[in-house]
């Protein structure tokens, strides 16, 4: 009887440690995430200062530049322009005057420019950071690759933002400055809806062109499948003409070059979900 009171008392202790095992390992998790995130803000911070000493170049040679006829891609659009006969394309004086209607405006816009390209140049640091978070809970094969995704996601984001920057951005500051209901009025652009204008594009054009890693890790999981991308090919084709056709001046010329790289992504996508797939068979 006592051996059996005894054999009781130690499995409840038991099961007391592994039940307070368990409660430390979320803390622990809770800690690391923590850190992880604390470590990303340093960095973005640090970054942040240092693209704030530089105003001049940042804004000069970067955030203003794509409104200027003398931008490579400007003049690279006028040069095809010319070629194919489309005058559109050729911007001699892009109609953009920027204006600061906020007593503290132009000091807001340069922290929060600031903190954008601490953000951006951060972004394979942050990445990484993550990607150490989440590691402990992957397979072996997984973890053999967690170098590459990390640089694979690194070199997409960076893709992404350089199309927007040099496509997207000018083609559309080129339209919207040039766009007149009336020539009564004149486009006065806000600095604040000018910085958003290329910040939003730059920045969810970069996320975008994360989807192939996205794709991966669906297709690794079984929520999507090689066949299925490959049956909704056509339908994914119909989906990116219309977003080139909304974030794009309303011509055939303008959405084939947004198309095209976005069609690429799609096709990249499918490649790596049969990565996955193969890695998945690989664990079993």
Known sequence: MAEQISSKKNKNKKQAKVHDEKEMTFWDHLSELRGTFVRSILAIVLLAII????????????VLAPKDSSFITNRILCSLGQLLNINYFCIKELSLVIININMSGQFMTHMYISFVAGFIVAAPYIIFEFWRFIKPALYDIERKNSGSAVIVSSLLFYFGVLFSYFLIVPLA???????????????????????STVVSVTLSIGLVFELPIVIYFLAQIGIVDVAFLKKNRKYTLVIVLILSAIITPPDVFSQILVT???????????????????????KE
């Open 260 to 282: 095209v790289p976005l069609m690429i992504l799609y096709e990249f996508s499918i490649l790596l979900a049969k990565r996955a797939v193969k890695d998945a068979k690989g």
């Open 51 to 62: 693209a704030f000493a530089n105003k001049y170049f940042i804004f000069n040679n970067i």
């Open 173 to 195: 500051l080129n339209f919207f400055g040039s766009y007149h209901v009336s020539e009564m009025v004149q486009n006065q652009i806000s600095l604040n809806s000018y910085i």
